[in-house]
């Protein structure tokens, strides 16, 4: 079955740096668009990055914009998503999720991983 | 920045409709999507460019999309229904979604 699998998160100082990892299985992960989406504690979701099938389009949120990358391995089925000089802002559950059609960007998010907890404390 | 904008809480009896707004400028030239998520688990996507259901979401779940508002009905209301609903769009290649909507059933 079609599933998204997320790792890489913990507890991380300010200023450090975390990736994370998606993998996917059980659809064809070459041919579509990629994005992360956090949620911090008892808050509602918002949009992190997207990155497109191939690994040629990305955009962030301002939020994140010159601190996170977003990047894929469709060798390896996995997304990725490299996330420096962290903020206690940045305290969040991260998910990795799938777009719903093939080939585009801007379209509803269909699958979702289980998500990955990020806390940044000292 | 583009923003979406919903009620905080909506409460229906079980078997009445349900009605959720979210609005935002000419929302209605984009793409609405709607999202639910329990307690502890991932979201679900229920409604997808505007009105249309993903296979698997229940027949009473149903949207539209017009003007500056969409709106997300469920009708017959079903208690495994309370959750938070999030309303979603697309502006300039990024997505913007909604402060969320909890649904209470009583």
């Known amino acids: 079955q079609v599933q998204l699998v997320e790792s890489g998160g913990g507890v991380v100082q300010p200023g450090r740096s975390l990736r994370l990892s998606c993998a996917a299985s059980g659809f064809t992960f070459s041919t579509y668009g990629m994005h992360w989406v956090r949620q911090a504690p008892g808050k509602g979701l918002e949009w992190v990055a997207v990155?497109?099938?191939?690994?040629?389009?990305?955009y962030y949120a301002d939020s994140v914009k010159g601190r996170f990358t977003i990047s894929r391995d469709n060798s390896k089925n996995t997304l990725y998503l490299q996330m420096n000089s962290l903020r206690a802002e940045d305290t969040a559950v991260y998910y990795c999720?799938?777009?719903?059609?093939?080939?585009?960007?801007?379209?509803?998010?269909?699958?979702w991983g289980q998500g990955t907890m990020v806390t940044v404390s000292s | 920045s583009y923003e979406l904008t919903q009620p905080p809480s909506v409460s229906v009896s079980p078997g009445q409709t349900a009605s959720i707004t979210c609005s935002g400028a000419?929302?209605?030239?984009?793409?609405a999507y709607w999202y639910q998520q329990k307690p502890g688990q991932s979201p679900v996507l229920v409604i997808y460019h505007d009105s249309k259901r993903p296979s698997g979401i229940p027949e009473r779940f149903s949207g539209s999309n017009s003007g500056n508002t969409a709106t997300l009905t469920i009708s017959g209301t079903q208690a495994m229904d309370e959750a938070d609903y999030y309303c979603?769009?697309?502006?300039?290649?990024?997505?913007?979604f909604g402060g969320g909507t909890k649904l209470t059933v009583l």
């Open positions: 999720a799938k777009t719903y059609s093939s080939g585009s960007l801007a379209d509803a998010f269909d699958i």
């Open positions: 000419k929302l209605g030239d984009k793409y």
């Open positions: 979603q769009a697309w502006d300039s290649s990024t997505a913007v």
């Open positions: 990155v497109s099938y191939d690994g040629s389009d990305k």
